[in-house]
């Protein structure tokens, strides 16, 4: 059988002028689309204030809680769970928001029992899971160092409960949150890091010893440079 060749289609100017518009609208489109689509993303991932808000209560009432102003305390309870109540509105999953909710009922429990040792540990208990809250956020300052300060409390109120086995745990924890960042802190503030570095190795050895009073003193001192790390940030 011959080769027929068929007849060829004609391409007017016209014709590949509408394609090139029509291609350009596409291209352009699918630009904006990938823009809105990562503006949207950026705010969805921005931290939401009531989790900051979450964040400062749960220390403000441990401070309550360390004077016994129980009053103010179960005030500071209904603020944070009033803002629970926003958290699935600004994307925090539902199982944090679960763990968030069992956290206040112990501290509110422990609030009404008038436990100060209880509560207090309960209290820290609110700003770890805050704390874990935030990790799923953008935040200016690592998360490490809001978990030496969670960690930090943790070994201060076990130590002077005399919970050597509960101390040991955040000591470990303090050592490796630092460790995460002490490259940024030694080049910012080297005093700062050679303190923080001799404080995390005596409270170690302090829990081990089971020493409450040197324990307590560097748990604390420890705590006032963890806020002097966020600070270098």
């Known amino acids: 059988m011959r080769n027929v060749r068929r007849p060829s289609v004609g391409i007017t100017p016209c014709a590949v002028i509408w394609a090139a518009v029509l291609a350009v609208g596409v291209v352009g489109c699918k630009a904006n689309q990938g823009r809105q689509a990562a503006g949207d993303e950026a705010i969805a991932k921005v931290l939401p204030s009531t989790v900051e808000q979450a964040e400062a209560l749960a220390e403000d009432v441990q401070s309550d809680l360390d004077r016994n102003a129980y009053s103010a305390a179960e005030a500071k309870l209904r603020e944070l769970r009033g803002l629970g109540e926003t958290f699935a509105s600004v994307g925090v999953a539902m199982d944090k928001r679960s763990a968030y909710g069992v956290a206040l009922d112990s501290l509110g429990a422990a609030i009404t029992r008038r436990s100060q040792a209880n509560a207090l540990t309960a209290g820290n208990r609110v700003s770890r899971v805050v704390t874990g809250i935030m990790a799923d956020f953008p935040t200016r300052v690592p998360m490490e160092v809001a ?12 130590a002077r409960q005399g919970r050597w086995r509960d101390a040991a745990n955040p000591v470990g924890e303090l050592e490796r949150s630092y460790s995460a960042v002490q490259t940024h802190v030694k080049a910012r503030n080297p005093a700062l890091d050679q303190r923080v570095t001799s404080e995390v190795a005596q409270l170690g050895r302090a829990v081990v010893s089971r020493e409450g009073d040197r324990a307590t003193s560097l748990a604390q001192a420890l705590l006032d440079d963890v806020d002097r790390i966020e600070q270098t940030f």
């Open 147 to 158: 978990y030496m300060d969670v960690a930090g409390r943790d070994v201060l109120y076990a």
